[in-house]
């Protein structure tokens, strides 16, 4: 019994100094925008509008979903400065353009996903990628129809598209 209770032991030993053994982790690297990038993008954005004599709001957001930098464009309307915000924050929750979200929310309105606070189901918003990965996102709201907001968020993102690799 005493040669059991040994081994037992032993056993519980290999086990906890296996568990106390000190774990091989690394820190997370991730592109992130600057500052100058999305001001760029927003300010791209906004003039691609502007030249159509669209009245908009532009909202780049960051890797977290973060305003960077937000645009209430002259004579816009009141609404569309949360809107361009919430048409970004979605397009880089779901890493996907918002006029995606939108159709998905169109084919199953039951969907869950539309109940998420700053999520907005409508056209106008693009994720801002560094490859496959989604760094930020710019939203545009004020032109007649979400098909030109893109436009212009596309746009943006197109100024700097040389940077963002």
């Known amino acids: 019994m005493h040669a059991k209770s040994l081994s037992l032991l032993g ?3 290999i086990v906890l100094c296996t568990m106390a053994a000190p774990v091989k982790a690394e820190l997370l690297t991730q592109k992130i925008l ?3 990038l999305a001001l760029a993008i927003a300010q791209t954005a906004y003039e691609a509008c502007a ?3 669209h009245n ?3 909202t780049v957001v960051g890797f977290e979903g973060e305003t960077l930098v937000a645009i209430r464009g002259d004579s816009s309307s009141p609404h569309t400065f949360e809107n361009s915000q919430r048409k970004a924050y979605t397009a880089r929750t779901f890493r996907a353009p918002s006029g995606e979200f939108a159709q998905r929310v169109k084919d199953n309105p039951t969907t869950g996903a539309v109940h ?3 999520v907005i189901a409508a056209q106008g918003a693009l994720p801002i990628k ?3 990965a989604v760094i930020g996102a710019v939203g545009v709201s ?3 129809g979400g098909d030109k907001d893109e436009a212009c968020a596309k746009a943006g993102i197109d100024k700097v598209a040389d940077q963002l690799k």
């Open 34 to 36: 600057s500052a100058p």
């Open 130 to 132: 560094v490859g496959d």
């Open 56 to 58: 908009v709001s532009v």
């Open 142 to 144: 004020g032109a007649p």
């Open 116 to 118: 998420l606070a700053g």
């Open 11 to 13: 056993r519980s030993l």
């Open 51 to 53: 030249r159509q004599g």
